[in-house]
């Protein structure tokens, strides 16, 4: 079983669109994670939760928004989609220390 | 907020050389983690460090913390192609948010 699951893995759309992340992780950790990878390999944390809430919010675009119908689960849903979000977005969870990455969904804007 | 500083942002050595890869912070750490992501994968933890001067070895990997707790190493002796990659290291902020950081790319020639 994967312990951190992310679908899909590719995701190709238009500019102005609106398209959804789904992550599971079958852990039982308490924390969740949203990270966005550029292409220069930087991991920038965007979203945290631990058991259902917000814990970190970093300054991203309010078009991106976590929601998390169980501590099991962190969707990232993105509203009007723009070049610039481009990039790699892992999901991961942890419970104290080490975090488990999900395989990573590739988004590309055209 | 915290920030980890990692150097070099790449690194290429011939194979059978070392390698070592550098992390500073400007605070306190509570701990310290290190990552690695192959090429097209996703990062995988390779250890935690948690106590002041602390080592740890896997292998040709070696793991060391420095004494004030700010600064951090991972050290790869007489590198293998297989050791290609990014590794990273990262550090807990308050709030448990796991923050990276820039990570060093290495390649390996034969």
């Known amino acids: 079983d994967t312990a951190v699951s992310q679908t899909p893995k590719y995701l190709v759309t238009q500019m102005g669109n609106d398209k959804s992340i789904k992550c599971e992780q079958n852990l039982g950790h308490d924390t969740m994670y949203w990270y966005k990878q550029d292409s220069k390999k930087f991991l920038k944390i965007m979203f945290s939760?631990?058991?259902?809430?917000?814990?970190i919010n970093e300054t991203v675009p309010n078009r991106f928004s976590p929601k998390s119908p169980d501590k099991a689960h962190l969707n990232l849903h993105i509203n009007s989609l723009e070049l610039g979000d481009s990039a790699v977005y892992f999901c991961?969870?942890?419970?104290?220390?080490?975090?488990?990455f999900g395989q990573g969904t590739r988004l590309t804007v055209v | 907020g915290q920030q980890v500083m990692q150097i070099p942002q790449y690194q290429h050595v011939q194979e059978g050389e070392d390698f070592t890869t550098y992390c500073n912070s400007s605070?306190?750490?509570?701990?310290i983690q290190w990552y690695k992501q192959r090429p097209g994968g996703h990062p995988v933890f390779l250890i935690q460090l948690v106590k002041s001067g602390e080592v740890k070895k896997q292998k040709r990997l070696t793991f060391q913390f420095g004494e004030a707790k700010k600064n951090s190493s991972l050290h790869i002796t007489a590198t293998q192609t297989t050791d290609v990659g990014t590794y990273f290291c990262?550090?807990?902020?308050?709030?448990?948010?796991?923050?990276f950081g820039k990570g060093t790319t290495l390649s390996v020639s034969s």
């Open positions: 991961a969870s942890s419970l104290d220390s080490e975090a488990f």
């Open positions: 939760y631990n058991n259902k809430e917000l814990i």
């Open positions: 605070t306190t750490l509570s701990n």
């Open positions: 990262a550090a807990n902020q308050a709030g448990t948010a796991l923050i």
